[in-house]
């Protein structure tokens, strides 16, 4: 077995408990003398820095929010000055504001160094040549996994995303051997590869670093399958970090959160009770305990899952989390793009030619999501003169596609047509099956 950094990733749960406490001490002290927004929520809630002393009191401490980063955009949940700050990604938020994130170099340097300790849990070393083909930009999946693979030592050959063709090219003729990209874009390749009848015995690929949106063990097989490789689950979400704070290792069973610098709980969403790591369902919630630029305490992810603390076959003794099962809010996550219908809403409302009457259709067609959006029409401007219509529609499909980065197929709908909802609307139709 190899270890990015055995020390760390084997230590005693003795003495990660020591050190977790030592750090949120410590965390929770920074940000109270440089953040304006902690110091605020801190004092609200009676706490003060000493009355943290190890990792338990952590339940003293108020949860952080993604409206808490919506209200301070863009950069009020900084604890680290401007001229510290050396990067900053942003994802969508519920409404047209991107939830910004600001990494000091430090911040930079421990990332990699987590998404290095995945790759090398996923049995990737230096001789590896990776194609990344998430995006590369905003979005941290690209850049974030571009650093961790340079910082392995291994080859990055940065794709992003597209390119399909060119990418099945450079899989082929650079015989590489290890690819990162959301599980179903994963699936599209092996397809693509098959129509232009590559056989997976013409290519070198060993290992896959998966993740950006939920998958299941049925995808992982056929993954693994088609493309020859082992598949191995990555965690993470901009707001903490980026893809990176969590992985699979070899035993592929629950992925290993680096919890000496991300510290998780499992709550009930309802009363925000805290629930034991003894597999119990809730929703997950981190403390960034070393970050520098924006360090969050007690974010609450959305994201539904459980903690298992049971001594992993690897010998790594960090927590690991089974897959994401849903979340407890609205987020829609489509080709790995995070999507709230309120953004959708937020654009139909902003066009007079359509009522506040829609419904959105999420399907997975040839392994690719899809999602169509069924809006009607104001009446005066409904009519059957095709052109018209299509201009209507077209104007639609492209302020949606600057919002929220997809191309949605637009279904303009007759005025009245579609179904009112009685009680709680139910404006999405999730036609992707899990399992
Ligand atoms: O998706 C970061 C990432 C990039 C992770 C590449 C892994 C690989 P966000 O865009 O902020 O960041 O979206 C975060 O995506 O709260 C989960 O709901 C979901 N998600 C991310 N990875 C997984 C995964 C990136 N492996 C949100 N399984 C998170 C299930 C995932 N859901």
New binding site residues.
């Given amino acids: 077995m190899t270890f990015w950094n055995q020390t760390k990733e084997c230590m005693s749960r003795d003495e990660m408990t020591f050190l977790q406490g030592k750090r949120l001490h410590k965390l929770v002290e920074y940000v109270y003398h440089n953040s304006g927004f902690y110091r605020n929520k801190l004092q609200a809630a009676g706490v003060l820095p000493d009355d943290i002393r190890e990792i338990g009191d952590i339940v003293k401490l108020p949860f952080t929010t993604k409206q808490d980063l919506r209200d301070n955009y863009p950069f009020g949940m900084f604890s680290a000055p401007m001229s510290e700050m050396v990067r900053i990604h942003a ?1 969508s938020g519920t409404t047209g504001k991107p939830t910004i994130v600001g990494y000091t170099r430090r911040d930079i340097e421990m990332w990699s160094e987590m998404i290095a300790r995945c790759l090398t849990a996923m049995g990737a070393d230096r001789n590896d040549i990776f194609t990344v083909a ?1 995006g590369y930009g905003l ?3 690209g850049l ?2 571009h650093y961790g693979v340079e910082n392995l030592g291994a080859t990055v050959i940065p794709m992003s995303t597209g390119n399909t063709e060119k990418h099945i090219r450079l899989i082929h003729d650079c015989q590489t051997t290890g690819i990162a990209c ?1 599980p179903s874009y994963a699936l599209y390749l092996a397809e693509t590869m098959k129509k232009e009848g590559i056989d997976r015995s013409e290519i070198h690929l060993r290992i896959g670093a ?6 299941t063990e049925n995808m992982r097989k056929e993954i693994e399958r088609n493309l020859g490789l082992d598949a191995y ?7 903490i970090m ?2 990176g704070v969590s992985c699979e290792c070899e035993a592929k069973d629950g ?1 290993h959160i680096w919890e000496d610098h991300i510290y998780p709980e499992i709550i009930d969403p309802e009363t925000t009770k805290r629930l034991p790591n003894d597999g119990t369902r809730g929703e997950l919630v981190f403390t960034t305990l070393t970050k520098e630029g924006m360090p969050l305490i007690r974010y609450r ?3 539904i899952c459980s903690l298992i603390d049971k001594p992993c076959s690897c010998g790594r003794t960090a927590v690991r989390m089974t ?2 099962l849903g ?1 407890s809010d609205d ?1 829609l ?1 489509i080709r ?3 999507v709230f219908p309120s953004q959708v809403e937020s654009v139909i409302l902003s066009l007079k030619e359509f009522e506040p009457q829609y419904r959105l259709v999420i399907d997975r067609v040839a392994n690719l999501d899809t999602m169509e959006v069924q809006v009607e029409v104001r009446p005066e401007y409904y009519s059957d003169e095709m052109g018209r219509m299509l201009a209507i529609q077209k104007k639609l499909e492209e302020k949606l596609k600057s919002v929220i980065s997809i191309k949605a197929k637009i279904r303009l709908m007759e005025p009245g047509s579609l179904e009112r909802s009685v009680g709680k609307s139910n404006r999405v139709q999730d036609n992707r099956k899990l399992q």
């Fill in positions: 994802s998430y979005f941290t999946g974030g996994m959301t998966f993740g950006g949106e939920p998958w689950n990555i965690y993470g979400l901009s707001e980026g893809p992925s992810t959305h994201d897959r994401i979340r987020m996550i790995g793009i995070n």
